[in-house]
C-alpha cells in the first residue's frame, strides 16, 4: 500500500466559482477583489497594485466571523462568511494568488475590448466591411496549430450590441482571433491608429501572460504594460467601464511571482477534462447518483487508458521513408553531424508527434536567441527519425535571416537566406518546443510571417 500526501496550494475556478468557495461576496459585490479592498469605482482609475491595500489574515478572519454572524455577509469588507478551506494548515483564501486566464483574459477582457475595437474600426471609422472582415475569418490561412480554433464570423447585431461584453467565440478560439487579427485587419489600419493600439498593447501584455516560464524582470515589465494598456483604454474609451477582470490583471506580476506562470494553472485545460463527464451526464440518463456514474465511468476510461491503446505515445511517426543520405537536401550536413556515408540508410519522416505536438516540414523552429534578444528562426528541411525516443529526433534546418518584430502585426518577418548553410538541431536544444508556421498578411506582396504564442526570452534574467 502507497501512501500519498497532498496539500492545497491554490483554488482556480472562474470568478463566481472562487468567491463562493473562498467565502466573498458576488463578483458584482462593491469590494470586488478577493485580494484586495478596492471599491469598483477605484478600478476605473488605478492600475498599479501599489495602489490597492491587501487583505491580511488575522484582520480577514475576525472580519469574515462577524460576516457569517450576520447570515448575509459584509458589502463593507465584501466577506461572506468563512472560508472552509482556511482549517487546511497550508492554505488561507486571502493568500490565494491566483486568478484564471482563461476566464479573465479570452472569456472578458480580449472579448470585451476587441468587440469595442471592431465596432469603432468597422462601422465608426470603416476601414473595412464587416461582410470583408468575416470573409477574412473564413479563408484565412491559419497556423497548423491554430486550425482546430479558427474563429466563427460575427454578426453586426453582435458587435453593436456594447451592453453585453461577449463576442460569442469560445475561449480557444478567442485567443486565436486575439493573435491573428493584426494580420486579418493591420494592413488596412493606419500606423498609429489609437483604438488598434489597444490591442497591440494587449498582446503585448499576453505575451508575457501566456508564456509557460516567466523571469522575475518580466513581471515588472508586465506590470508596467498593464498600466499602459489601461490607460490607453481609458483614455480612447472614456465611457466604457473598466471591469473586474481588468483589476485582476493588476494583480498578475504579483500572482506570477508568488505561485508562477499563471497560464499554468488556467480552467482551459481543466474544462477538457470535464468535457468527458459533462457529456456523460446527458448520454447516460441516469442521475439517481450523478457523481457515482461519472466517477466510476471516468475511472472505467482512464484504465482502458492506461491499459495501452488509448495512452499517448511520447513519439509517433507513422509516415515517412528509408532512404539514402545522399538523396537528401542537405545531405552533407547530416554526413558530418550524424557521422554516416552518402550511401549509408535513414529514416525521413513526412510527419512526427512529440508529446501530440506536430512537426512537418516547411515548419519553423526557434533555434537560438541571439545577443540582442531577437529570436534566431529555421525552416525545417527533413526531419531524421535514427531512433525510437524523441531525443533522437534531428530536424535537418535552414537558418532564415530575422528582419524584426513589425509592431504593427504583432508578429517576426523572416526572410530565406540565399547562401545559408543546412544544419541539424535536435528537439532538446529548441529555445521553444513548438514549431511555427509561416502566415501572411493581406498587404500586396505580402512577408512571411511568424506569431509566436508567448514570449520567447524568458530564459534570461
Ligand atoms: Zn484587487
Given at each position: 500500500m502507497i501512501k500519498v500526501h497532498g496539500t492545497l496550494i491554490s483554488f482556480v475556478g472562474d470568478s463566481l466559482a472562487v468567491h463562493d468557495i473562498l467565502g466573498f461576496l458576488s463578483p458584482s459585490a462593491r469590494k470586488l477583489c478577493r485580494l484586495c479592498l478596492v471599491t469598483r469605482e477605484e478600478i476605473q482609475t488605478n492600475f498599479s497594485d501599489e495602489d490597492f491595500q491587501l487583505r491580511e489574515m488575522e484582520e480577514h478572519d475576525e472580519l469574515s466571523q462577524i460576516a457569517a454572524d450576520r447570515g448575509r455577509g459584509d458589502s463593507d469588507s465584501g466577506i461572506r462568511g468563512v472560508c472552509p478551506l482556511n482549517v487546511l494548515s497550508s492554505f488561507h483564501c486571502v493568500n490565494n494568488f491566483n486568478f484564471d486566464v482563461m476566464h479573465d483574459l479570452l472569456e472578458g477582457v480580449c472579448q470585451y475590448e476587441i468587440k469595442l475595437?471592431?465596432?469603432q474600426l468597422l462601422f465608426v471609422d470603416q476601414f473595412m466591411t464587416l461582410s470583408e472582415f468575416n470573409q477574412r475569418i473564413s479563408s484565412f490561412h491559419y497556423s497548423f496549430n491554430d486550425k482546430k480554433n479558427k474563429p466563427t464570423c460575427l454578426s453586426m447585431e453582435r458587435i453593436r450590441n456594447i451592453q453585453d461584453h461577449k463576442l460569442g467565440e469560445k475561449a480557444s478560439q478567442m485567443w486565436c482571433l486575439t493573435r491573428m487579427l493584426p494580420l486579418l485587419i493591420g494592413d488596412r489600419i493606419p500606423q498609429d491608429n489609437l483604438h488598434y493600439e489597444i490591442l497591440l498593447l494587449l498582446l503585448q501584455c499576453l505575451d508575457i501572460i501566456y508564456s509557460p516560464v516567466v523571469s522575475i524582470p518580466q513581471t515588472v515589465i508586465l506590470k508596467h504594460m498593464i498600466i499602459d494598456h489601461h490607460s490607453h483604454f481609458k483614455l480612447v474609451f472614456p465611457k466604457s467601464r473598466m471591469i473586474n477582470k481588468h483589476h485582476h490583471m493588476v494583480h498578475y506580476p504579483m500572482c506570477m511571482r508568488m505561485c508562477g506562470p499563471l497560464v499554468l494553472s488556467q480552467c482551459l485545460r481543466f474544462e477538457i477534462k470535464h468535457n468527458f463527464g459533462k457529456r456523460l451526464a446527458a448520454i447516460n440518463c441516469n442521475f439517481r447518483n450523478i457523481c457515482k456514474s461519472v466517477a466510476v465511468k471516468h475511472q472505467v476510461m482512464q484504465c482502458a487508458g492506461w491499459m495501452g491503446k488509448g495512452l499517448r505515445e511520447d513519439l509517433e511517426?507513422?509516415?515517412?521513408s528509408v532512404v539514402t543520405v545522399s538523396s537528401l537536401e542537405g545531405s552533407q550536413s547530416i554526413?558530418?553531424?550524424?557521422?554516416?556515408?552518402e550511401d549509408s540508410e535513414i529514416f525521413a519522416a513526412s510527419k512526427v508527434t512529440v508529446y501530440g505536438i506536430e512537426y512537418i516540414p516547411n515548419m519553423y523552429l526557434v533555434t537560438g536567441i541571439d545577443d540582442?534578444?531577437?529570436?534566431?528562426?529555421?525552416?525545417i528541411v527533413v526531419i531524421l527519425v535514427p531512433g525510437t525516443t524523441a531525443g533522437e529526433i534531428n530536424f535537418v534546418v535552414r537558418r532564415c535571416y530575422n528582419s524584426g518584430f513589425f509592431r504593427h502585426y504583432h508578429a517576426f518577418c523572416?526572410?530565406?537566406?540565399?547562401?545559408c548553410a543546412y544544419s541539424l538541431v535536435r528537439l532538446d536544444d529548441?529555445?521553444?518546443h513548438v514549431p511555427l508556421t509561416?502566415?501572411?498578411?493581406?498587404?500586396?506582396n505580402s512577408r512571411v510571417y511568424l506569431c509566436p504564442r508567448h514570449s520567447l526570452i524568458h530564459h534570461r534574467e
Open positions: 475595437i471592431l465596432n511517426c507513422i509516415s515517412g554526413i558530418e553531424s550524424l557521422h554516416l556515408h540582442d534578444d531577437e529570436p534566431q528562426f529555421s525552416r523572416v526572410q530565406e537566406m540565399e547562401m529548441l529555445i521553444d509561416a502566415l501572411s498578411s493581406y498587404e500586396n
